[in-house]
Each structure stands twice: as structure tokens, then as C-alpha cells.
């Protein structure tokens, strides 16, 4: 499956964005879908996870209560809601898909798509 991110922005803290992840050759709805993120100088940590029903989700401690991961099947489509955006929520973000399970290891996710950045800062 080919992802293709979207939804970049510079926001100030206690702004929102919504970033999506649409699929292409292929249906996502198959897929578990993980968002990551960089910082720089950093390694790509896990944001959260949604599995392919949409029915389980994980978020990592750091974006817990303030992010939202769904997903619309029909649009082939995965999004990620943020809330409350902090300055250390600055980073590239990106999407990956997996078939075999929903995991917090960026080697779980076989497909990725380009990364957008995300800017918090006042």
C-alpha cells in the first residue's frame, strides 16, 4: 500500500491540527496504522496506533487525552486530531501500515509515507 500524508502546519500552543493519511493501490482497511514523529535529533518515536477495525487504539503517554487517531475505511483514509499542541509536539510527523499487528517499533510498519511537519511555537 502507498501512503501519502497530509495536513503540515505551524500552530500556536494550544492550537489544533488534523493530519491524514490516505492510501493509494491499495485498500487501507486491512491495515493497522501507526503515526510517528521526529524531532530533530532525535529517534521516531510512536505517537499512536489504530487497529485495522478501528476498534483498538494506542496512544503513547505523552499525547494521551490530547490526540485522536480514526479512521474512514471508505475514504481509505486515517487521520490524526491534536489538541491542546504543545512546542514539544514539534516534529515530522508520518504514517506506516502494517498487516501483521499493531506494534510501537517502527520495524512493525512495512509501508510509510513521507513525513509532514508539524510546527508548534508562539
Known amino acids: 500500500v502507498q501512503l501519502q500524508a497530509s495536513g503540515e502546519g505551524s500552530v500556536q500552543p494550544g492550537g489544533s491540527l488534523r493530519l491524514s493519511c490516505a492510501a493509494s493501490?491499495?485498500?487501507?482497511?486491512?491495515?493497522?496504522v501507526a503515526w510517528f514523529r521526529q524531532a530533530p535529533g532525535k529517534e521516531r518515536a510512536i505517537v499512536g496506533a489504530?487497529?485495522?477495525?478501528?476498534?483498538?487504539?494506542y496512544y503513547a503517554d505523552s499525547v494521551r487525552d490530547r490526540f485522536t487517531i480514526s479512521r474512514d475505511n471508505a475514504k481509505n483514509t486515517v487521520f490524526l486530531q491534536m489538541n491542546s499542541l504543545k512546542p514539544e509536539d514539534t516534529a515530522v510527523y508520518y504514517c506506516?501500515?502494517?498487516?501483521?499487528?499493531?506494534?510501537?517499533?517502527?520495524?512493525?510498519?512495512?509501508?510509510w509515507g513521507q513525513g509532514t511537519q508539524v510546527t508548534v511555537s508562539s
Open positions: 506506516a501500515a502494517s498487516e501483521s499487528g499493531v506494534g510501537i517499533h517502527p520495524t512493525t510498519y512495512k509501508s
Open positions: 493501490r491499495s485498500t487501507l482497511s486491512t491495515y493497522n
Open positions: 489504530i487497529d485495522w477495525s478501528g476498534g483498538y487504539t
